[in-house]
């Protein structure tokens, strides 16, 4: 388990300058308001961001990995859910007491059905890809290359790529997910990955028992819309009213015919470097607040890739949540992944700091390249532009 340490510091100069008692991280800080009125000036660095919490400095945990509520009135739950392929029985108490959903595989069933003792609120989906089916797979199942007819194999992960044009291919793959939960009733769903909003290019596959590159047919390109629609609506008939949650993109609202999606690249993804971000980022937060509004489940999946410093990975994991708070909701999950690899438990103890409720939805801040938005005990902002603003918080 991760747990970044706490800069305790007081610090000023190129990042930020406050007034007022301050826990400051390395580009995160969180401003503790002790009721008073004093006026609250400071610098934002570009891909920053502040969290100011209203309530009194003695409602904050001085370690800030207590789960315990910082307050008796209810508060706005943030959802957390954990992408995990492996995890090992010592990890159990810890998902169930702090996450709310996982994506897992079949044979993690006895450990699901002792989290669900002991949260029996959690849910979790079990992991299935929409392209690699082959129980029971025929030769036209498979996608052939266009020049040689050879089948297409990924070039990163080893799987063949599979028809979802292919009628039977369907079927059989809705089929087998079905098999699966009525197997395994302790799973509540399937979690289906790679759903692609469109066939990806052919060099992300080469020729079976070869390095050569593959090339789609022209027909699978075309067709893949519609094809995977047609899989998706067949998957959820065939599971009726048990989850399915597809990962997709933020383009194609294949989301309309599922119950909800998991965005693999919210604000910063698992196979990006340390301060390579998309420049649609907004998209993946206003779909987050589209899927609430049309009753589906979003999960913002966050990361960096392998091998950053631990510096690294607190900066963007601080970010990511942020951003994720800007608009999150009852329906909306967050996680962070410094890796590629889904294996065992990371976490963050600033996930767990109560804030209250959203008292208002996202917006820029007047003048500035910010973001911010209020919850009743505290203020989030973002800078993700390229250039230092000057914020002017007067008495809020």
């Known amino acids: 388990m991760l747990k970044p340490t706490i800069d305790n510091q007081r610090k000023s100069g190129d990042w930020y300058t406050c007034v007022s008692r301050c826990r400051i991280f390395k580009n995160i800080l969180i401003l503790l308001n002790q009721a008073t009125t004093r006026m609250k000036i400071l610098t934002f660095i570009n891909l920053s961001i502040l969290i100011l919490f209203s309530l009194p400095y003695s409602g904050i945990t001085s370690d800030y990995i207590s789960t315990a509520q910082t307050s008796n009135s209810a508060s706005f739950k943030i959802n957390k859910f954990l992408t995990a392929s492996d995890f090992s029985d010592a990890d159990i108490p810890f998902i169930a007491s702090h996450f709310n959903m996982i994506d897992t595989y079949l044979s993690k069933a006895k450990q699901i059905q002792k989290i669900k003792k002991l949260n029996p609120l959690f849910r979790a989906i079990y992991y299935k ?18 020049q040689t007819g050879s089948r297409l194999i990924n070039k990163n992960w080893g799987w063949y790529l599979m028809d979802i044009g292919n009628a039977s291919y369907r079927t059989s793959l809705a089929h087998r997910i079905k098999n699966d939960l009525d197997a395994n009733p302790v799973f509540d769903g399937v979690f289906l990955d790679d759903v692609w909003p469109r066939a990806t290019s052919g060099s992300s ?68 470097p340390f301060r390579e971000y998309y420049p649609d980022w907004q998209k993946g937060l206003e779909r987050m607040i589209v899927a609430n509004h049309s009753g589906k489940i979003y999960l913002a999946q966050s990361g960096i890739i392998d091998g950053a410093t631990d510096s690294q990975i607190r900066t963007t994991s601080r970010y990511c949540f942020a951003m994720f708070l800007l608009g999150a909701n009852d329906r909306s999950f967050f996680y962070f992944k410094p890796s590629m ?29 910010t973001y911010e938005r209020e919850y009743s005990k505290g203020l989030v902002l973002i800078n993700p532009s390229s250039e230092s603003v000057q914020i002017n918080l007067g008495t809020k």
């Open 129 to 146: 890809n929409a392209l690699t089916h082959r129980e029971g797979a025929t030769e036209g199942w498979y996608v052939h290359d266009a």
């Open 205 to 272: 596959f080469v020729r079976e028992g070869t390095a050569d590159p593959g090339v789609l047919p022209q027909s699978v390109i075309d067709s893949w819309q519609v094809s995977m629609r047609l899989l998706l609506g067949e998957v959820k008939a065939s599971i009726g009213k048990r989850l399915l949650i597809i990962n997709t993109g933020v383009y194609i609202d294949y989301f309309t015919l599922a119950d909800g999606q998991m965005y693999e690249a919210f604000c910063h993804a698992n196979w990006q």
């Open 341 to 369: 690899k889904y294996q065992g438990v990371t976490y963050f103890p600033e996930w767990d700091i109560d804030i209250g409720s959203p008292t208002e939805d996202y917006h820029a801040r007047t003048g500035t390249p």
